[in-house]
């Protein structure tokens, strides 16, 4: 289970190491790389707790801690009553204390996190919940919560507080619901068939007729109750859509279920003729079975959902009373001032009021590079402040921000998502009229020819007719695929996305983190007669040192060993220093920041990249091109689908000149500059072309895109909202597993339509043959069992697919 | 094969109480989190106390 790392990567969180130098934590007296100073301190914190089993037994990375995050300030605002309030639950004698903790990403994580909270005075006990990523602190009355969130946030976690939310307790309900119904028609299916065995075993050496009789009255209640208990959510799903005039699976299988039942009470009251009860109860545990599992990756997805809206941070500093406070979110109203540090995301949309920065908005726009803040300008909730720290002056709040509207119009998005499963509850209407036509013929032309035979030839009609193989076929064979694919790296989030994946024609690729990789590589250097391009790099990386900008990491790699002085970073510019050997002053960065000292500096070559300038005072030196880097595999996937004969094409956020170059080099067909309606109207145009389209992306501005696409497919470390969306996620960003989908996707497909193929070919055969009164209802009951069973083992197959 | 109508009632009798204590314990929370639970419960490595080792400083 445990993860196998290579010498390139972080002990701790897996990352890759930096190149510029990794630091070392001691683990179980061995010295392992780690890629920072956050994942070296958690890594000895773990050690010196003589925790570090957790390193062997983990099945995936535990976060990597992000300093902005571990700050004492916010722990501290867990002991404020009113605030905890909201929240905590109190009962005699201890506090519950709900927390949302994210990075729990594999049970070792939970199980560090119950130990290191337990060893907290005052913690009575903990319980965790990975799948929620909730974890419950039960506390003494007068232990303060802001240790136990402190010790949270020195392992490296994210903590918030959980809030009851109607949807989340909704899914729980259910959950248990669904599991007590599948344990009750478990244990009706094992002891009824345990009697069935003996009565089938009697029917063929001989039984005594008591004895017989004892063994189907006790198999009755037996039945009746899973049938009441267990199967009542098919007869309630069917009752509502018949209400509706609409016949759904669901139809058919109550209809079965009755019918069989029906006959079994009556050849038992009779004391004649076939019982049922152990294909009854076995159809109803396997078809929840495979419901359930089906459900339970929906439910993932809804869990996502629901914690996006906590992505902003929980606590925000504001001015109260003249001095700066952390206080709730919540409390925050139009008009208040905040204050946003470098790294943090700007909870609200906003007008900046002091300070210079740089904001990322990927989010919205797709593009890789920060925009310049200054005073005055709007920045938005969901963006992320990279440059120094903002004061802002709140324009709109959380749920009023652009943000919000952008998730909203993603559930709109959503509804309009077309429906594959649809196709097998259509056909279900028409095969029940079907089904219901010859057991009334049947039932007629024996009642004329021989009245005797006509009750067991109508029912035999009915039993073989029972679409139980037909209702299992799809369900089994997503189930089966679905697995296969968490286990090579794809999240599974919708349960009918491989129906849709197999059938896709027509797909449309976002760029800027789908196509390509987040980080800039350097592409292209002009520079004037008097220097070498050697030369430039050389100044813009020794500049560079001194800046977090993301454009600047595309320079860490590089030799920097000019001699430079006074080195200042301009917030949304540029890097200025002084030349020690020349003495003269150098300005990398932004055009309007170099042409202050450079006014003759020519204009930039093109639009397809992003230029930097380098100048001296008076003296233009360079021009310096970064450019997107393609995804390792991005083009071999391409050329494949092509191969497959899908339809192709960009759509991106970014200018046209710069998607140009990233279609050219690929071959595809593109349009740039959209904004995230426009995607989606494409998109709709696509489909009412007749093409089932798969959208893959990853920014928060393919959300609605990927929301209505046939099947979407994201990119690990995509917006949480993407995400969400997305029918796939594809792990540690290895665009190649497109592939692999794909190829699950055919092979589900086929499985899928084998299983429908025997399901109905069975059921025709069979029904005639009923009819005619040649099938014994003892023969059909087989049948049915057999036939249900085939279509289950055939879609295990798929779990010995090739990776 | 009289005892047979003894034993198949006592059989019932199982059916029932087990399926009561199923439902009691999906009620009590104790299949809320299946991941986990089902994880833990087969690593020993984990389930006892920390061994103290040699570079086990805290107090």
Not at chain 1, 21 to 37: H, M
Not at chain 1, 278 to 284: G, K, L, N, P, W
Not at chain 1, 302 to 308: R, T, W
Not at chain 2, 20 to 43: E, P
């Amino acid at each position: 289970m445990s993860v196998s790392l290579d010498e390139t990567q972080c002990f701790h969180c897996g990352d890759t190491l930096p190149d510029s130098g990794f630091f070392t934590a001691e683990v179980d007296g061995v010295a392992q790389r780690v890629c920072c100073a956050g994942c070296a301190a958690v890594a000895t914190l773990i050690d010196r707790a003589a925790m570090t089993a957790f390193y062997r037994q983990r099945s995936d990375y535990p976060p990597r801690p992000d300093a902005a995050l571990n700050d004492d300030a916010i722990a501290q605002c867990y002991d404020e009553p009113s605030w905890l309030a909201t929240f905590a639950e109190g009962e005699a004698g201890c506090r519950q204390i709900p927390l949302m903790v994210t990075g729990m990403s594999c049970a070792a994580c939970a199980w560090i996190i119950e130990r290191f909270l337990n060893d907290i005075p005052g913690v009575q006990s903990v319980h965790t919940q990975l799948t929620l990523g909730k974890v419950v602190i039960s506390l003494a009355p007068d232990a303060p919560p802001s240790r136990a969130v402190s010790v949270l946030q020195d392992l490296g976690y994210g903590v918030q507080p959980w809030r009851a939310d109607a949807r989340m307790q909704h899914m729980h309900a259910e959950n248990r619901r669904d599991l007590r119904r599948i344990g009750i028609a478990f244990l009706g299916m094992m002891q009824v068939g345990m009697f069935s065995i003996a009565l089938h075993a009697g029917s063929l050496q001989g039984i005594d007729a008591d004895l017989k009789q004892l063994l189907r009255l006790v198999s009755m209640p037996l039945t009746l109750f899973v049938l009441v208990y267990s199967a009542r959510g098919f007869f309630e799903s069917a009752w509502q859509h018949m209400k509706k005039g609409v016949l759904i699976m669901d139809t058919s299988v109550s209809l079965a279920l009755l019918l069989a039942t029906t006959a079994s009470v009556a050849s038992t009251l009779r004391g004649g003729g076939e019982t049922y009860f152990d294909s009854v109860t076995m159809f109803i545990f396997f078809l929840l079975l495979a419901r359930y599992i089906e459900k339970r990756l929906r439910d993932r997805d809804l869990i996502q959902l629901v914690q996006l809206a906590d992505q902003l941070p929980e606590f925000v500093m504001t001015l109260r009373d003249t001095q700066w406070q952390r206080v709730p979110r919540h409390t925050i109203e139009k008009g208040d001032t905040v204050r946003v540090l470098t790294g943090e995301a700007i909870a609200f949309d906003a007008c900046v009021t002091s300070g210079c920065s740089s904001v990322n908005e990927q989010v919205f726009t797709g593009e890789a590079l920060p925009r310049g803040v200054h005073p005055g300008e709007r920045v938005y909730a969901g963006t992320i402040n990279e440059g120094a720290g903002l004061e802002l002056t709140v324009e709109r709040r959380f749920v009023d921000s652009r943000l919000a509207a952008l998730a909203g119009d993603v559930e709109q998005a959503r509804g309009d998502k077309p429906v594959h499963m649809k196709l097998v509850d259509q056909f279900a209407g028409r095969f029940i009229g079907l089904i219901l036509a010859s057991a009334s013929a049947t039932c007629l032309y024996w009642l004329v020819a021989d009245p005797t035979r006509a009750l067991w030839s109508t029912i035999a009609v009915l039993v073989v007719a029972c679409p139980c193989a037909l209702s299992l076929a799809t369900p089994a064979a997503l189930a089966s695929g679905n697995a296969w694919l968490l286990r090579h790296g794809v999240r599974v989030r919708s349960e009918s996305g491989l129906l849709a994946a197999a059938a896709a024609d027509h797909a449309i690729f976002d760029k800027t983190g789908t196509l390509t990789e987040t980080q800039l590589i350097i592409d292209a250097v002009v520079t004037n007669d008097n220097i070498t391009v050697q030369q430039a790099l050389n100044y813009a990386a020794s500049l560079q040192r001194f800046s977090h900008h993301p454009a600047a990491r595309s320079f860490h790699d590089l030799a920097a060993d000019a001699s430079l002085r006074d080195v200042e970073v301009v917030t949304a510019s540029g890097v200025e220093g002084w030349d020690n050997r020349t003495g003269d002053r150098l300005r990398l960065g932004s055009e309007s920041f170099c042409r202050d000292i450079a006014a003759s500096m020519p204009v930039k070559p093109d639009d397809s990249h992003y230029w930097i300038a380098l100048v001296s005072d008076r003296h233009w030196l360079a021009w310096i091109a970064l450019s997107e880097a393609l995804r390792d595999g991005a083009a071999s996937v391409i050329e494949n689908l092509k191969a497959q004969s899908m339809n192709l094409e960009i759509m991106s956020g970014d200018t046209e000149a710069r998607v140009r170059a990233i279609a050219r080099t690929l071959d595809m067909p593109f349009s740039a500059a959209l904004q995230p309606d426009d995607k989606l109207r494409a998109l709709q145009e696509r489909q009412q072309e007749g093409h089932t389209v798969l959208a893959v992306g990853d920014g928060l501005n393919d959300a609605p895109l990927m929301g209505a696409a046939d099947v979407s497919i994201a990119v690990a470390g995509a917006a949480a909202l993407a995400q969400a969306q997305a029918d796939f996620v594809i792990e540690d960003g290895r665009i190649e597993s497109i592939l692999t989908l794909r190829r699950a996707a055919m092979a589900t497909q086929r499985i899928t339509r084998q299983n429908l193929f025997w399901a109905a070919g069975y059921n025709l055969t069979g029904v005639p043959l009923a009819a005619m009164g040649l099938v014994p209802p003892w023969i059909a009951a087989i049948g049915m069992s057999a036939s249900s069973l085939l279509v289950v083992l055939n879609a295990l197959r798929l779990r010995r697919l090739a990776p | 094969m009289e005892s047979l109508y003894l034993l198949i009632p006592i059989a019932l009798v199982f059916v029932v109480l087990v399926a009561w204590l199923l439902i009691w314990s999906v009620n009590r929370g104790q299949y809320d989190d299946l991941d986990n639970d089902a994880w833990k419960a087969l690593n020993d490595d984990l389930t006892g106390a920390p061994q103290k080792t040699d570079n086990d400083d805290r107090n």
